[in-house]
Structure formats: structure tokens, C-alpha cells
């Protein structure tokens, strides 16, 4: 059976019933869930010259439901699974950033085993809520993060120079970025400039406005360490790498164009120096065409590895499946 969203189909099982155990499971056995973190294979490790994809889905808790001029486009908890399971599927994609409800829905379905994973930290800025800026922390914590063996967690940081509450957001970000330092998790920041416009947020895609949202983001916390930038495509791509030696993965927000026409801006922007790889979600999970795998595919065709890193990468994980033996052996 099949969904559709354009013209190509998605080869998926469209049985109303197919994620009824997972339901069944979160009622009988909730300890589920962090017995299948604790089982999970890890990602093999992060390597210089070795880029990566990951796949986001944290959209729904922020109650950004909308693609496109499709207003409720993610609003199918099913559909939305059925598309991640299809990217995730692709050796290729190393990885997911999710909020809790849709990490906890993988994690039992067994979609992340060897992957990345990236939790969502302040999903309290609504869509269209009086009081946006004022982003809560109100997902995942460092805490939660360490016991899911999560390799780090992202906190979107939008920065109004005319709303009061901006000065809260970047505290709460800094001592965010604290706690994730403390156990060695990777803090992934997404800053903008915004303003608000006709009653809405706004985010500034300018060159210069990047830049400064750069500068005031990389600033935060008690050290950089473990600080990534997660970073829009903007015109002159060249100044806004310049701002910064974290690294930086682009994000893929709503597609704007043809899918050919944001692949090659995704292209150039991917061959500066300081680019760690791609975090892309309506882009690619809800591609125009409807087929989620060709769309992952073409992406993932982007990315940059060299000979180098990609022996490092299969050192790493050879070592891992030795040490894991090894454990099973002595335990």
C-alpha cells in the first residue's frame, strides 16, 4: 500500500493499525524505551573530513505542523514515522534530532541503531504564540540526553532586539550549553535574528544578520567546546563560514524553489571550510514529488568524505564491534 504527497508514491504499509503496539507498549511497559537506549548501538564516532546527514523532526512540538502551503502536512504521527523509517533506512544518514515523543516512538521501533542522535531542548516558543521569543526549555534536558546515550542536543535561538524576553532565551541557552559541556554532549545552537511582523516572527536571512546572530551565539555559555552552529543557506555562504570555526551543519527550514535549486545551494555551502554535514527535515521528509528515498538520496549524494576519514570511520567501528565482543565475553 501507498500515501501520497504529489505524484510519486511512498511504499509504506497504510494500515491504520501499524503503530498500535507502540501505544500498546507505552501503556504495559514504559520502561521500554530506556532499555532500548541502553541497547542501542552507537554511532561509530565523528571524524574530520567525514560529513553528516542528519535527518530533523522536532517541527510538531513548536506546533509547526505546516510544508509548503500545506498547513497540517506533519500532523500525521503515522505518516511522519513511516517517513522517517524510509530515511533512516538509508546507510547514509547518520543520524536523527528529534523531540522526546518522536526519539521514544524510534527508539522502540529500532530505527536508530548506529545513528546520531540529537534531542530537541526548547520547543516553548509556539507558532503564533503572543509571547514567541519567550523559548522555553521544555524538552529534553542534558540530563535525560546522557541517560538516552544521546550524542548532544539543539536549542533554537532567536534573538529580537525589540522583545525583553530574548535577554531570558540567552541565558537559559548559555546555562543549556553548561550542562551539556559538563557531559561531554555536543551543544547544538540554531540562532537567528528576528523580528516580529505583522503580528509574526520573522527571521532575518541576511548575510549580515546571519553573521551577528553568529557572533552572539558562539558566545554563549562557559565554553565552546562543544559548541556546533546549526546554520541557514544564505547568499555569500563564504562570510558567514568565515564568522565562526564551530562546526556548523546547514539546515534545510521550508523549502523555498525547486528541489534542484535548494540541492545546489546545499552544494555549494557544503564544500566551505567548517561545514560538519546537513540537518534537513521538511525538505527532504516531505519532498514535492512525494518519494522521501530519492530526495534522501540526492542529498545525501552532497555530502563530502574523504579517503581518510572514511578509513578512520571503519577503524572506529571495527574497534567498537571488538570492544563490544570483548564485554560480552567478560560480563
Known amino acids: 500500500m501507498s500515501t501520497n504527497l504529489g505524484t510519486a508514491p511512498i511504499a509504506v504499509d497504510d494500515n491504520p493499525r501499524r503503530y498500535a503496539h507502540l501505544s500498546t507498549i507505552r ?13 542501542r ?5 565523528l571524524r574530520s573530513g567525514r560529513q553528516n546527514f542528519i535527518v530533523a523532526a522536532d517541527h510538531p512540538a513548536r506546533g509547526a505542523l505546516s510544508v509548503g502551503s500545506d498547513p497540517v502536512a506533519m500532523a500525521d504521527r503515522r505518516q511522519l514515522l513511516d517517513r522517517l523509517q524510509i530515511a533512516l533506512a538509508n546507510p547514509a544518514v547518520d543520524g536523527v534530532l528529534a523531540s522526546p515523543d518522536i526519539m521514544d516512538d524510534l527508539l ?16 516553548g516558543g509556539l507558532t503564533g504564540l503572543v509571547n514567541e521569543f519567550d523559548d522555553r526549555f521544555t524538552g529534553h534536558t542534558a540530563a535525560a540526553l546522557q541517560a538516552l546515550g544521546a550524542d548532544g542536543g539543539k536549542m533554537l535561538t532567536r534573538i529580537c532586539l525589540g522583545d525583553p524576553d530574548t535577554v531570558s532565551l540567552l541565558e537559559a541557552t548559555a546555562k543549556a550549553i553548561d550542562s551539556l559541556a559538563e557531559r561531554k554532549l555536543i551543544a547544538m545552537v540554531e540562532p537567528f535574528l528576528s523580528v516580529w511582523e505583522k503580528g509574526k516572527v520573522r527571521n532575518d536571512l541576511s548575510t549580515d544578520a546571519v553573521i551577528k546572530s553568529i ?3 558562539e558566545g554563549l555559555g562557559s565554553t565552546s567546546a562543544y559548541t556546533w552552529m546549526k546554520l541557514p543557506v544564505v547568499a555569500e555562504m563564504e562570510r558567514v563560514m568565515a564568522a ?9 527550514g521550508d523549502p523555498e524553489g525547486t528541489q534542484e535549486e535548494v540541492f545546489s545551494t546545499w552544494e555549494a555551502a557544503l ?34 568524505h574523504t579517503a581518510s576519514a572514511d578509513a578512520a570511520s571503519s577503524h572506529s567501528a571495527s574497534a567498537h564491534t571488538a570492544s563490544a565482543q570483548t564485554a560480552e565475553v567478560t560480563e
Open 271 to 304: 564544500s566551505l571550510p567548517g561545514v560538519q554535514g546537513l540537518t534537513v527535515g521538511r525538505t527532504l521528509l516531505y519532498p514535492a514529488d512525494g518519494d522521501v528515498a530519492g530526495a534522501v538520496a540526492s542529498a545525501a549524494s552532497l555530502l563530502h
Open 215 to 217: 557572533a552572539i551565539a
Open 41 to 45: 548501538r552507537r554511532h561509530p564516532g
Open 244 to 252: 565562526t570555526t564551530l562546526p556548523t551543519v546547514l539546515l534545510g
Open 108 to 123: 522502540l521501533l529500532g530505527a536508530l541503531e548506529g545513528k546520531l542522535v540529537f534531542g530537541s531542548m526548547n520547543r
Open 27 to 39: 501503556l504495559e511497559d514504559p520502561d521500554a524505551i530506556s532499555r532500548a537506549a541502553k541497547a
